[in-house]
């Protein structure tokens, strides 16, 4: 088992950016690929990034490559999503989640986070 906690949402203006941080207790988040997804009201959950196991991998949803940058400490078992020049669209609640597969479909992770919320303002 593995519960994840998610920490750093807020609210922040257009152009600017938060980290979140993704800390994990029971089981090493190195045994997982970790993933970030996100929930906007009225809206299906999405893919964000995912990073590998190994960390040597990574994948973005197009619109936040370039913006995001997902990573892992292995020491801190902590998975962190650096967001820089947010948009309104970005605004969700933004969860964390753990599976054993390096995928970007959210029903193959099988642990989540209770999420955390991100707001965007002109």
Do not use: H
């Amino acid at each position: 088992q593995v519960q994840l906690v998610e920490f750093g949402g807020g609210s922040v203006q257009t152009g600017g950016s938060l980290r979140l941080s993704c800390a994990g207790s029971g089981r090493t988040l190195g045994s997982y690929a970790m993933g970030w997804f996100r929930q906007a009201p009225g809206k299906e959950r999405e893919f964000v990034a995912v990073i590998s196991s190994s960390g040597g991998y990574t994948l973005y949803r197009d619109s936040v490559k370039g913006r995001f940058t997902i990573s892992g400490d292995k020491a801190k078992n902590t998975v962190y999503l650096q967001m820089n020049s947010l948009k309104l669209k970005d605004t969700a609640v933004y969860y964390c989640a753990a599976g054993m597969y390096f995928v970007t479909d959210k029903g193959r992770f099988d642990y989540w986070g209770q999420g955390t919320q991100v707001t965007v303002s002109s």
